[in-house]
């Protein structure tokens, strides 16, 4: 394979193009490839455009049919059945990077890589996943789904980048943000255009006692206090898809000790359940335990075991295990008490 060549994930962004001379000025010859999810004709003009300025060869492959199946068809079935998906987790090893290795491989390229902020470390035969310099902008929550077979051939142009830093020295500084198939609209618009029944039902409290009325489960999500149909002092503690229903109570009841996840990505399990000193996230920024958890066999998955109780985990959400700053797997919650 061609040692000093790498495909690169390229939007035309700040990120990607900062990636690209990173490459460059170390002497790789940067084939950039965008990945054309939706049939955007602006934005692969734009990466056209970006990569011509560059001076980097530029290729764009269609995945809009596999990115409607596996990621947005998966956002909307997951909101269907009341959990909270999070669907870049799944994109990055199902789409994006899936994409590079295959671009890579068919054109005898040995290396791939992105604009993410994240790092890789290889210890004891394994490829982990790691925490960028940038603690603001770090991107490794959003990769745990990453395996070795991606690891070993990926380069991380952004490991040291501070974003501030990048976003200085450039003059176009716009960049996107949030789920990229919502186009700026709010998801449950998005959901109701795309035929989700959004249909009212009852708010009960732990009692089973109605004491409300919601507009669509879709509109909320574990942890939630404001809403139509939601007490004052009171927050989302339950879903139930089957009776479209809302269970809500006290903060307090939202504080979880075991977790259960499923669809696991997961680096050494030998490791996964020896160590002693695994954290987790179960959201990206926000509230997560501090403390060590304990790893157990569950069925198909983990239990997940935290002397400091999670606060307001939703079924459908990533939960990733750290070792300091390594990613050693995740999973995604399916259950918790």
Not at 97 to 109: D, K, P, T
Not at 129 to 145: E, R
Not at 151 to 164: E, F, H, V
Request: glycine residues 8%; neutral net charge.
């Amino acid at each position: 394979m061609t040692e000093r060549s790498v495909v690169l994930g390229f939007s035309g962004g700040i990120d990607s193009c900062a990636s690209a001379k990173w490459l460059m000025e170390r002497g790789y010859r940067v084939v950039a490839l965008t990945i054309d999810t939706m049939h955007d004709s602006s934005m692969v003009a734009h990466a056209k455009q970006r990569a011509e300025e560059l001076g980097v060869e530029w290729h764009v492959v269609d995945r809009a049919d596999r990115f409607r199946k596996e990621i947005i068809d998966y956002f909307i079935e997951s909101y269907r059945q009341g959990y909270t998906p999070a669907p870049c987790t799944r994109c990055n090893p199902m789409i994006k990077w899936h994409a590079l290795l295959e671009f890579a491989n068919e054109h005898n390229i040995r290396h791939i890589a992105t604009g993410h902020y994240f790092n890789i470390e290889q210890h004891n035969g394994h490829y982990y996943v790691a925490k960028g310099a940038d603690p603001a902008k770090d991107q490794s929550y959003y990769l745990w789904g990453l395996n070795d077979s991606i690891l070993s051939r990926a380069i991380t142009p952004m490991a040291s980048a501070i974003k501030s830093e990048i976003k200085a020295h450039v003059k176009d500084k716009s960049e996107s943000m949030g789920i990229c198939f919502l186009s700026g609209k709010h998801y449950t618009d998005f959901l109701h255009s795309e035929g989700l029944n959004l249909e009212r039902g009852c708010v009960k409290d732990i009692e089973g006692k109605i004491v409300g009325e919601h507009n669509g489960i879709a509109r909320y999500t574990i942890g939630q206090k404001r809403g139509a149909g939601i007490p004052e002092g009171m927050r989302v503690i339950g879903i139930n898809s089957e009776s479209n229903t809302l269970i809500v109570g006290k903060n307090e009841l939202l504080y979880k000790r075991q977790l259960y996840i499923k669809e696991c990505n997961i680096v050494d399990e030998n490791e996964l359940l020896t160590a002693t000193d695994i954290t987790i996230k179960i959201r990206g920024i926000g509230r997560n335990p501090e403390l060590p958890v304990k790893i157990s066999r569950h069925e198909r998955g983990y239990i997940v075991e935290c002397d400091d109780p999670a606060w307001a985990p939703a079924k459908g959400q990533p939960l990733v295990l750290y070792r300091n700053n390594l990613v050693i797997g995740g999973g995604i919650v399916v259950d918790f008490n």
